[in-house]
């Protein structure tokens, strides 16, 4: 499977961006899929993950209960909601695939997408 996340830019703190992450060339409902950021100097890091269905969730600490998770395998897009966004939500988002069920390890993630850049202005 290949992916291609979009829905990045700049954005004011608090607001409420929508991430997409389209899938092609695969079948998408096989992997388990996750979300991780990067931001200036750090590590790449978790942030979210849903299982192959839909029906299981996890998301990193900091991010819960301002940020969302979901997919949609008919049209085989993976989605990240986000709200009230803070300047250290600034980084490139990922999304991923892995054939494990669900996982917060980067090293469970065997496809990547090519991240797109969510800039938080303060």
């Known amino acids: 499977v290949q992916l291609q996340a979009s829905g990045g830019g700049l954005v004011q703190t608090g607001g409420s961006p929508k991430l997409s992450c389209a899938a092609s060339?695969?079948?998408?409902?096989?992997?388990?899929m996750g979300w991780f950021r990067q931001g200036p100097g750090k590590e790449r890091e978790f942030v979210a993950a849903i299982s192959k269905k839909g029906g299981s969730t996890n998301h990193a600490d900091s991010v819960k209960g301002r940020f969302t998770i979901s997919r949609d395998n008919a049209k085989k897009i993976l989605y990240l909601d986000m709200n009230s966004l803070k300047p250290e939500d600034t980084a490139v988002y990922y999304c991923?695939?892995?054939?494990?069920?669900?996982?917060?390890?980067?090293?469970?993630?065997?496809?990547w997408g090519q991240g797109t850049q969510v800039t938080v202005s303060s």
């Open positions: 991923a695939g892995s054939t494990v069920l669900i996982s917060s390890h980067l090293g469970d993630y065997s496809v």
């Open positions: 060339r695969g079948t998408f409902a096989s992997y388990g």
